[in-house]
């Protein structure tokens, strides 16, 4: 959206696979239902998490620009937060980076990148792509209430317009309100987010990382939350699915919202808490050929 390569209502096709080199990635419905979403917006296909379609819009973007853009978010380098032995990640260098590879990382597969990094990168995107310095601790104060030390807001760039941003927000909703995180949602509540579901280490094993990612109110973020269970109590050996981490995450908003002091701001229409829609894993993914000795560390760029 950025570039001018997709627009809010832009459509893309799901056969439930996309032809990439000489590999088929499957759609997380394809194994389930043997056919794909069809006929998708950009909104749809964010809600819907459609491999297919960000692939194709990697594709439009292209495999240059799309690295260029995992190092604006701040992947590959660490974000200096105020611990000790932070990892930078793993990403494909820029002159490296195929068609194959942006295809796989346009929906999370074959990079790796730390919480503190995504949840980083996630804060910028509702926030009017201001990317702002992480800290753990805000302030220290003395056993008087003298404050010691204090972590203010430090802008380190500019990631997305708020025009963008806004858009972002809106799907991010969707996918709460009728997509792949209906079960994350709390009644009354504008609640936003984004599944995720990933393959573990080597394909065969069948580990799966399962997270969600969100932030409430929808439209005017009060905070947001990234929760990860690392191979999910007897998921190891089948196909997963996002559905532990949707019921982990309402259970803990159901109490966090009301602790935080944020308004009931939605129709009070009960929320589905089954995982009917949750999001499945995928496989077939292609093994990752990335070697953590020759990875690189990347350089934000300056604020554009």
Same mark, same amino acid.
């Given at each position: 959206?950025?570039?001018?390569?997709? !627009?809010?209502?832009? $459509?893309? %096709?799901?056969?439930?696979?996309?032809?990439?080199?000489?590999?088929?990635?499957?759609?997380? *419905?394809?194994?389930?239902?043997? =056919?794909? !979403?069809?006929?998708?917006?950009?909104?749809?296909?964010?809600?819907?998490?459609?491999?297919?379609?960000? *692939?194709?819009?990697?594709?439009?973007?292209?495999?240059?620009?799309?690295?260029?853009?995992?190092?604006?978010?701040?992947?590959?380098?660490?974000?200096?937060?105020?611990?000790?032995?932070?990892?930078?990640?793993?990403?494909?260098?820029?002159?490296?980076? =195929?068609?194959?590879?942006?295809?796989?990382?346009?929906?999370?597969?074959?990079?790796?990148?730390?919480?503190?990094?995504?949840?980083?990168?996630?804060?910028?995107?509702?926030?009017?792509?201001?990317?702002?310095?992480?800290?753990?601790?805000?302030?220290?104060?003395?056993?008087?209430? %003298?404050?010691?030390?204090?972590?203010?807001?430090?802008?380190?760039?500019?990631?997305?317009? =708020?025009?963008?941003?806004?858009?972002?927000?809106?799907?991010?909703?969707?996918?709460?309100?009728?997509?792949?995180?209906?079960?994350?949602?709390?009644?009354?509540?504008?609640?936003?987010?984004?599944?995720?579901?990933?393959?573990?280490?080597?394909?065969?094993?069948?580990?799966?990382? *399962?997270?969600?990612?969100? !932030?409430?109110?929808?439209?005017?973020?009060?905070?947001?939350?990234?929760?990860?269970?690392?191979?999910?109590?007897?998921?190891?050996?089948?196909?997963?699915?996002?559905?532990?981490?949707?019921?982990?995450? !309402?259970?803990?908003?159901?109490?966090?919202?009301?602790?935080?002091?944020?308004?009931?701001?939605?129709?009070?229409?009960?929320?589905?808490?089954?995982? %009917?829609?949750? %999001?499945?894993?995928?496989?077939?993914?292609?093994?990752? $050929?990335?070697?953590?000795?020759?990875?690189?560390?990347?350089? =934000?760029?300056?604020?554009?």
């Amino acid at each position: 959206m950025e570039e001018g390569v997709v !627009h809010d209502g832009d $459509t893309f %096709e799901c056969k439930g696979y996309e032809a990439i080199a000489d590999y088929e990635i499957g759609c997380h *419905i394809y194994a389930t239902t043997g =056919a794909g !979403h069809g006929t998708l917006t950009v909104e749809q296909a964010i809600n819907q998490s459609c491999n297919p379609a960000m *692939i194709q819009i990697a594709a439009k973007i292209g495999p240059a620009k799309f690295g260029q853009y995992q190092r604006m978010f701040g992947y590959g380098s660490a974000t200096g937060v105020d611990l000790p032995g932070e990892t930078t990640g793993i990403l494909y260098p820029l002159d490296q980076i =195929a068609e194959i590879d942006a295809a796989c990382n346009s929906f999370g597969q074959n990079l790796n990148v730390n919480m503190v990094q995504m949840i980083s990168a996630y804060c910028s995107i509702i926030n009017d792509g201001k990317y702002y310095q992480p800290h753990i601790v805000k302030r220290i104060e003395s056993a008087k209430g %003298e404050i010691i030390k204090s972590n203010g807001a430090t802008l380190v760039r500019q990631t997305i317009t =708020a025009s963008t941003s806004k858009y972002l927000r809106q799907y991010l909703k969707s996918t709460v309100d009728v997509g792949t995180a209906t079960a994350a949602g709390v009644t009354g509540y504008s609640v936003a987010g984004k599944t995720g579901t990933a393959e573990k280490g080597v394909r065969a094993d069948k580990k799966w990382i *399962i997270s969600f990612i969100g !932030h409430a109110p929808a439209d005017d973020p009060k905070f947001a939350i990234y929760i990860l269970i690392d191979e999910p109590d007897g998921t190891t050996g089948t196909a997963g699915s996002s559905g532990d981490v949707l019921k982990l995450t !309402h259970n803990i908003l159901a109490d966090l919202l009301p602790y935080m002091n944020v308004y009931k701001d939605a129709d009070g229409e009960e929320v589905d808490t089954s995982t %009917e829609n949750a %999001e499945t894993t995928v496989e077939g993914i292609p093994e990752s $050929t990335l070697d953590p000795s020759t990875a690189e560390t990347a350089t =934000a760029p300056d604020a554009q």
